[in-house]
């Protein structure tokens, strides 16, 4: 390893949107930011099982962005190769995690069973891992190796969500500046109800920026609250049940909080809501538990009850007979369940019942991927596959895409300008190869960085 420079190795995270893994060597030792499962449409048959391409005894500490499974879901694995520093990362980022965690582990040895596979990682690892994280507070600058500081920003992407400025001291490097590179992690939306803004970059050398839709501008997120209304308004109105295949981690909460605002309002007709994912409902407890972190647009924590993700009607289903009873209610209602793309878990019973139904509706709201059932349904299938059974679609399909949890192009085109000096290079990670090639060239039209895209295991010496 050089011992006079900086060199940056890009280990996960490039050839898709999942995987995030980045590794900076320093003066001082070594420091991963973040450590991402591959998520496919399968997990066995993804990359998860190849050697990390370095020695996890040889990194001295990680830096974790926020509790997302393609950012976090490697760390297990990492310790029981051998990894034992510290894992820095926010408060809510490291409460967040854990959960996140737990249930990556619990679908993951479930789909090993399936294909007959060995277990990633075991309980006693992920124990392990829990043990190494340390929670740090944003805008708080830290030193954990000798003249390297580090800070964590806030991302406005899901709760304790940041991108990290890693600074090495000029001293180290014998050159008359401190050396700053920012990693991104995932860069939220504008003005998402229940989150602070992204914080802007204070000045950077280097950025790692995301790309996921470098290629697009979102409607703005203000429309999606109509959108809404209109869809839950049209399928209880002719008594059939929406189902809402949500992500637990952010998009649930984000979609609660409108349904309380709606319910408030008396814009659509109170009926039962049951949210049917443990995860979500667990993660809901940590919500609550960091209110202090969320920033609402309306004077929620000034209600009677101040909690923001409960309303009556209300129903968290978490036990699986609590679950299954939701078949027992014939009133028209909203079920809210994972997965988001139902591509597994409690939507899918859900599914089967209520698609062949042409007075109900499922209102997709997230990306969904290739392969997918929520794919299949967003692309007009009038049948799909289900636990080995064709279904078929009468149910009314219907995406709303202002709740994408991703700026757009011009939100990352704004956040790439520091508030003091200019970036000199900015590799674009976590992003389709198309839409990372097309976001290259919109960038450049403004910006005089070098822009480079780099290549899966490709190391830069920085300087
Ligand atoms: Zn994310």
Redesign the pocket.
């Known amino acids: 390893m050089n011992k006079g420079g900086v060199q940056l190795s890009f280990y996960g995270g490039v050839k898709g949107v999942t995987g995030s893994c980045y590794l900076l060597h320093t003066p001082s030792g070594n420091i991963l930011i973040d450590c991402g499962l591959y998520q496919g449409k399968q997990f066995c048959s993804t990359d998860n099982y190849q050697e990390f391409d370095f020695a996890p005894s040889s990194i001295d500490l990680v830096l974790l962005?926020?509790?997302?499974l393609?950012?976090c879901g490697r760390l297990p694995l990492l310790v029981k190769k051998g990894f034992s520093g510290p894992i820095y990362s926010t408060n809510p980022t490291k409460s967040l995690a854990n959960l996140v965690m737990e249930d990556g582990m619990r679908v993951m040895h479930e789909e090993s069973q399936r294909c007959q596979q060995a277990h990633l990682y075991e309980v006693a690892d992920l124990e392990q891992t829990k043990s190494q994280m340390k929670g740090v507070g944003y805008h708080t600058q830290f030193e954990p190796i000798q003249g390297v500081r580090i800070r964590f920003s806030n991302a406005g992407?899901?709760l304790g969500?940041s991108f990290v400025a890693v600074e090495v001291d000029k001293h180290l490097l014998e050159r008359e500046d401190d050396f700053r590179i920012v990693f991104s992690?995932?860069i939220g939306n504008d003005d998402i109800p229940i989150l602070p803004d992204t914080d802007p970059i204070i000045s950077a050398n280097i950025v790692v920026c995301e790309s996921t839709y470098g290629d697009r501008d979102h409607v703005p997120t203000m429309e999606r609250g109509k959108e809404l209304v209109s869809m839950i308004v049209k399928i209880l109105g002719r008594k059939g049940t929406l189902l809402i295949p949500a992500f637990s981690i952010e998009r649930t909460q984000e979609l609660l909080y409108e349904i309380d605002e709606l319910f408030d309002k008396q814009l659509v007709p109170q009926v039962p809501i049951y949210l049917d994912s443990p995860l979500a409902i667990r993660a809901n407890e940590r919500y609550r538990h960091f209110k202090q972190y969320l920033q609402f647009d309306r004077a929620i924590l000034s209600s009677p009850d101040q909690d923001f993700f409960s309303f009556p009607g209300l129903k968290e289903t978490l036990p699986k007979d609590s679950s299954m009873a939701i078949n027992n209610d014939t009133r028209p209602k909203i079920i809210i369940a994972g997965s988001g793309m139902m591509s597994g878990g409690r939507i899918m019973h859900h599914a089967k019942r209520y698609l062949p139904d042409e007075k109900s509706g499922v209102l997709l709201i997230g990306y969904q991927a290739e392969g997918t059932i929520g794919r299949q349904l967003q692309e007009g299938a009038k049948a799909v596959t289900i636990h080995g059974e064709s279904i078929e679609v009468h149910a009314e399909v219907r995406k709303i895409d202002a709740f994408s949890?991703?700026g757009d192009r011009a939100k990352l085109r704004r956040w790439l300008k520091p508030d003091i000096g200019e970036v000199e290079t900015i590799f674009l990670v976590h992003g389709e190869q198309s839409v990372k090639k097309v976001f290259k060239d919109f960038l450049s039209q403004t910006s005089h960085a070098n822009i480079a895209i780099p290549k899966l295991g490709e190391s830069v010496q920085l300087i």
């Not at 962005?65 to 997302?68: E, K």
């Open positions: 962005t926020h509790a997302h393609d950012h992407h899901i969500s992690g995932d949890a991703h």
